[in-house]
């Protein structure tokens, strides 16, 4: 072989050695590419490895690195590299903010804070790192920097729903209904049929006690698909205070047909049919409430049962009702109201008499109780002369 052919293959060898080599010091794009297509971010971190040197500061690579590993769950490989970039980088927002997503992710919420408040100090408007903690805040029962840093992050963009949605209910769970619904309305404005929105402002005006928004709110809620317990709870009282007695009761049979009434909406229903002048459905429900009562209302319960039972002569039955209230809370009009009974309806003047002595002897006081007092000792006076 001529020395000319030699040389020519030669170099040849060399620049394909070359090249290899080259290509083996830099990743291949298309083969990255290929494995982020396919989400297959494990694979690609342990190909960005294989070019990985300790000694060298090279970004692109460290970028890639910590992406893929936090991408594929692997955490503690991807803080290394988000770590190292930072040596480099320093306070650059993008790898603090990766840092602090990471710890957040990790349950390390002090280290995750911290990186959050070193993203703030390059970035006062930063709103995710807001957000993010006011979670931490949360979950650490530090209810004023809750409210610290959602309202910040609300101030800087009243559109995002998230934190609005975060703030109501923060504001509704300590019973700051006008804020609550303040900041409710603003967003509303940009988003009037976000269904999680809308039900944490009918709970603000139920709150606020302007029953008929809440109505409107509900009625609204219902024609957007949602007939969920938890908003027919809501637009039952609603109802039953806006003076729309058929509807609550309408609303709270949904429930009823679903078994999935309790004490509170029993009442409501009862309530609503007394008002409606059905008595004996009020009896009825009443009775439900009863045997489903857990609360100090029961003899109250007891006692609304008997005034009904008195305006349909069951007079006997109404005189237990209200000795059964008594053995839960007694209440001077409880005796005001059993003595009445015993003196007029069932005629039973000594009996009467003792009633009418437990009223005064409890001596209640107000204007209220004033024209009572007057009637009981006039009429004290009058049966303890004939008798």
């Known amino acids: 072989m001529k020395t000319y052919n030699i040389w020519i293959i030669l170099v040849v060898i060399f620049l394909q050695i070359r090249a290899g080599y080259a290509q083996d010091k830099e990743p291949n794009q298309e083969t990255l590419i290929s494995f982020y297509q396919s989400q297959q971010y494990g694979k690609a971190a342990e190909y960005l490895e294989g070019f990985y040197q300790e000694d060298k500061d090279d970004i692109k690579l460290l970028q890639g690195l910590a992406y893929c590993n936090r991408m594929a769950g692997n955490y503690a490989l991807a803080e290394k590299y988000y770590l190292e970039l930072l040596t480099i980088r320093n306070d650059d927002i993008g790898v603090l903010s990766s ?7 990790r349950g390390l919420l002090e280290q995750a804070a911290d990186y959050y408040i070193r993203v703030l100090a390059q970035d006062s408007n930063h709103i995710a790192s807001y957000k993010t903690l006011a979670s931490i805040a949360q979950q650490k029962g530090d209810s004023e920097k809750v409210y610290q840093y959602l309202t910040k992050a609300n101030t800087l963009n009243p559109k995002d729903v998230d934190v609005v949605y975060d703030l109501g209910n923060f504001l509704l769970a300590l019973e700051r209904y006008q804020e609550a619904d303040a900041i409710l309305s603003k967003t509303l404005l940009f988003d009037p049929e ?42 039952g009282p609603a109802y039953y205070y806006n003076n729309q007695f058929k509807k609550c009761v309408e609303v709270f049979q949904v429930l009823e047909d679903k078994g999935d009434l309790k004490e509170a909406q029993l009442y409501y229903m009862a309530m609503s049919y007394k008002k ?4 004996q459905e009020a009896i009825s429900y009443f009775d439900k409430t009863l045997e489903a009562a857990i609360s100090p209302n029961v003899a109250n319960y007891y006692f609304e049962k008997a005034s009904l039972c008195e305006k349909i002569n069951r007079n006997i039955s109404a005189a ?16 005001y109201s059993l003595a009445i009974l015993y003196d007029h309806k069932l005629k039973r003047p000594k009996t009467a008499i003792q009633y009418y002595r437990y009223y005064l002897k409890i001596k209640p006081t107000g204007k209220d109780a004033e024209p009572y007092v007057k009637y009981v000792e006039q009429r004290l006076s009058e049966l303890t002369k004939s008798d």
């Open 99 to 105: 840092l602090a997503a990471i710890n957040y992710q």
């Open 276 to 279: 409606l002048d059905k008595r």
């Open 320 to 335: 237990n009702a209200y000795m059964k209230s008594l053995q839960f809370q007694v209440l001077p009009i409880t005796y």
């Open 194 to 235: 976000n269904v999680l929105l809308l039900k944490e402002k009918a709970q603000a005006t139920f709150g606020l006690h302007q029953y008929g928004n809440t109505v409107t709110i509900g009625e609204e809620l219902l024609n957007l698909g949602d007939d969920s317990a938890e908003l027919l709870n809501l637009l």
